[in-house]
């Protein structure tokens, strides 16, 4: 089964990189001469996913824009021979943008449920804005090489892990697994998941990581999980719901994840990828 589609999360109001945010949307911070947006959308294209929705709120139009045609500028480009540019810009032609609006903010669960019209297919990936990935293949390339070697009756839902130090589980979802699947000794079946949990409950040392891909029968969950929780619907949770009633696997992503979630972490997350191009 190929995974076609992709939702992409960015509603968040990014108050830790205020006064920046109040007019600019965080993803729009560069990375080298592209936002963080663009490697997101770049990250899904290499993956073979083209059809791809954007979850914002009322004021960050400036996501969708940034990849939409823009006949003006892509001609003035050609007139004076910066081809490379303007190839940069064409790409995304490829791709088929879709926006929804998250009006109000209840958890990343209810992000994602915005786009459920939208979604047409068995699966769907989920990338979410402040992760990004340095190596050979990105989190979500590997998330999907790792789902099209599985059996069709193995394919529910994949996540991608890291292994974190023990002090930060209160900051990540938290993966309890089993069995290493035939397939790569980096894919786990998981028999267990946490939100947040203090260092000595976590069940392992193995984070979530901000790269998915669910079912659709996950969209059927996600309404029923928000009433435990103050009402906030949470992704983590309906997977929980769903652990027995289908596949869950998760992948240790080889290669180095990049949280841009913080003013710090932004600062290294442009230190790496410049110095990976130099």
Known sequence: MKITQAILPVAGLGTRFLPWTKAVPKEMLPVGNQPIIAKIVD??????????CFVINRGKEMIPQYFYEH??????????GKL??????????????????QDEQHGDGHAILQALDWV???SVAI????????????????????YSALADNERGAMLALETI??????????ASVAATHVSSDRLHAIHGLVEKPRPEDAPSHLGIVGRYIIPRSTFDVLPTVGASHGGEIRLIDALIEQLGAIPIFGLECEG???DTGTPDGYIHAVQVLTNLKS
Do not use: W
């Open 127 to 146: 990338l979410f804005g402040d992760d990004l990935f340095a190596g050979k293949k990105s989190g979500m390339q590997q998330l999907v090489d790792a």
């Open 120 to 122: 047409d297919s068995e």
């Open 84 to 101: 490379d540019q303007l190839a940069h810009l064409k790409k995304y032609d490829e791709a088929n943008f879709h926006v929804v609006y």
């Open 256 to 258: 180095t994840r990049l």
């Open 165 to 174: 130090d023990p002090s930060q589980t209160e900051k990540y979802g938290i």
């Open 71 to 80: 006949p003006e500028l892509e001609a003035e480009l050609e007139k004076r």
């Open 43 to 52: 990250e899904c294209m290499d993956a073979g996913i083209f059809d791809i």
